[in-house]
């Protein structure tokens, strides 16, 4: 949420709450109540449009983390099964990926998403052959959940290019809801309230202080007003 918008939706809460505090003239006001209505269902939605961006895909967030740190220790494991086998072996093929897989863990751990999931592959299907020979090491179903964690991890990719899909339906529709306060604030109640302005003082500097929008950066307060043609 951006700083103008936290802002103008405290401003209406504010706004809410002054006309919550003077509910007779509010009633005595034809259209008012019904205005105020709308106004409250909008800051509803903008909470519910806030709460939307913050999840911004927290829970498949989470699930891709742990689904790539299971994949990243089982494909070090796997690895170091093949490296250990080479050594206790004399056959050269198996000599071979000794060499190949002697790198160092952390190599693994900073590989990019699509690079990782791409080695874990060339790991099974290295250790594949071999995959009853690798006691005790590592275990024939060890190697075949290698291929599992791979194809969940995957998975969990194009998951989270929809979540941030959703984040930007999400930011558009918040962007929506203020601006649908701000027209029914400027266009709607400012005009049922001015009439009171010499009625019931006290009711209308009390709706005008609640206006006055506050720069959350700057702690600098304005006045919500639209500039006149």
Do not use: C
Not at 20 to 33: D, F, I, Q, S
Not at 109 to 128: H, I, P
Request: glycine share 4%; no cysteine; aromatic share 6%.
């Amino acid at each position: 949420m951006q700083k103008i918008q936290e802002s103008k939706i405290k401003m209406s809460r504010a706004v809410s709450g002054i006309l919550n505090g003077y509910a007779e003239l509010v009633n005595r006001t034809p259209g008012l109540t019904v205005a105020h209505g709308m106004l409250d269902d909008l800051i509803g939605e903008t909470e519910q449009h806030n709460q939307d961006q913050l999840n911004n895909g927290k829970e498949l967030t989470t699930g891709k983390k742990e689904a790539r740190n299971l994949l990243t220790s089982g494909t070090i494991s796997i690895r170091s099964a093949l490296a250990a086998l080479g050594t206790s072996s004399d056959d050269p093929q198996l000599k071979l990926l000794k060499v190949k897989y002697q790198a160092a863990d952390s190599e693994v751990k900073r590989m990019r998403d699509m690079q990782l999931f791409t080695y874990a592959y060339t790991v099974y299907n290295d250790a594949l052959p071999y995959a009853t020979q690798m006691e005790p090491f590592a275990t024939a179903d060890d190697v075949a959940q290698l291929k599992v964690l791979a194809d969940n991890f995957n998975s969990s990719l194009p998951q989270k290019r929809t979540q941030q899909s959703k984040s930007k339906l999400s930011t558009q529709n918040l962007e929506d809801a203020v601006a649908q306060i701000d027209l029914l604030l400027n266009d709607t109640i400012d005009v049922l309230v001015k009439p009171w302005e010499n009625k019931e003082p006290n009711f209308y500097k009390a709706y005008q202080n609640a206006r006055m929008l506050v720069d959350a950066a700057s702690r600098k307060t304005k006045t919500d007003e639209t500039p006149q043609p």
